[in-house]
């Protein structure tokens, strides 16, 4: 039963232009979620990420939108960059400090010049 | 070093051999983690490590997997008698603390094959 949900594997988006990754989670005591990227070869690396109690966390181009009620997040980066290219993992967790992590299965982004 | 180590970064093994993979973490990082990831599967979490306290090992899939780390140093993990279904890339990763999710610095990963 997976509890992190990307229903899209892959996306292709035009550099400049606006790249929208989707979360969807079933479990209702994840209150902590980040977005990991992943280049080929290396291991993930985090990039942003958002407690229950906001529904929104700018970081740069990078921007995590969270819907509690419909349990769903989502990742805009503005604009998108060709160096964006990646694969990216939702990732949620009961409480911050909570050390075990529960992932989606990955969307991987490509962001053509 | 700079970053979390592993070695080796790929393993083709035969099955029902033991393998064993090695972690180094970031220097000064008390918690460890292991995690794999299968072919189009999202990170699984096998094990965690914090200092010298007993590890969580609630996400090990089954007795023939096992992990050790001494103090706050290196960690191998230890698959016996593998099986084609663990092939999977192995991911290891460490934190300062344990309250640091976003803090959490991931090893490139160790692509197994057994055949």
């Known amino acids: 039963d997976q509890q992190v949900k990307q229903n899209s594997p892959s996306l292709s988006v035009q550099e400049g232009r606006i790249s929208i990754l989707n979360c969807d989670y079933t479990n209702s005591m994840f209150d902590y979620f980040l977005w990991y990227k992943k280049y080929p070869a290396e291991g993930p690396t985090f990039l942003i990420s958002i407690s229950s109690i906001k529904d929104k966390n700018e970081d740069g181009r990078f921007t995590v939108f969270l819907n509690k009620s419909a349990k769903h997040l989502s990742l805009h980066i503005v604009p998108s960059q060709p160096g964006d290219s990646a694969v990216y993992f939702c990732?949620?967790?009961?409480?911050?400090?909570?050390?075990?992590?529960?992932f989606g299965k990955g969307t991987k982004l490509s962001v053509i010049p | 070093g700079a970053g979390v180590s592993q070695s080796p970064s790929n393993k083709v093994t035969e099955k029902g051999k033991d393998v064993e993979l090695r972690c180094d973490p970031i220097s000064g990082h008390t918690a460890l983690y292991w995690y794999r990831q299968r072919l189009g599967q999202g990170l699984e979490f096998l094990i965690y490590?914090?200092?010298?306290?007993?590890?969580?090992k609630s996400g090990l899939p089954s007795d023939r997997f096992s992990a050790e780390r001494t103090g706050e140093s290196v960690s191998t993990l230890t698959i016996q008698r593998t099986q084609q279904e663990d092939s999977a890339v192995y991911l290891c990763a460490s934190s300062l603390s344990k309250v640091s999710p976003s803090g959490t610095f991931f090893g490139q990963g160790t692509r197994l094959t057994v055949v």
């Open positions: 990732a949620a967790s009961a409480g911050a400090g909570s050390y075990q992590l529960t």
């Open positions: 490590f914090q200092g010298n306290s007993a590890p969580d």
